[in-house]
């Protein structure tokens, strides 16, 4: 008989999985949104872990452009 599978996407209790493709691993986390993704997850992917403290993914930057926008409208 199969085993039932469990649902809970954690491996570990805590453990926090990216945004994007909800896979647990080494993570980057938006300093705006407090998400979290892989570098290969974001577009174009980074090539290393900013060493900024004020790192913000894709979804904030479009966010941001687009105020930026509107307020010189």
Request: contains cysteine.
């Amino acid at each position: 008989m199969e085993k039932a599978r469990d649902e809970n996407p954690f491996k570990y209790p805590g453990e926090i999985l990216c945004d994007k493709c909800g896979k647990g691993g080494k993570l980057v986390y938006c300093d705006s949104c407090d998400s979290h993704y892989h570098l290969t997850c974001q577009d174009p992917p980074l090539q290393d872990v900013p060493e900024n403290n004020d790192w913000k993914c894709n979804k904030c930057m479009e966010q941001k452009e687009a105020t930026e926008t509107e307020d010189t409208s």
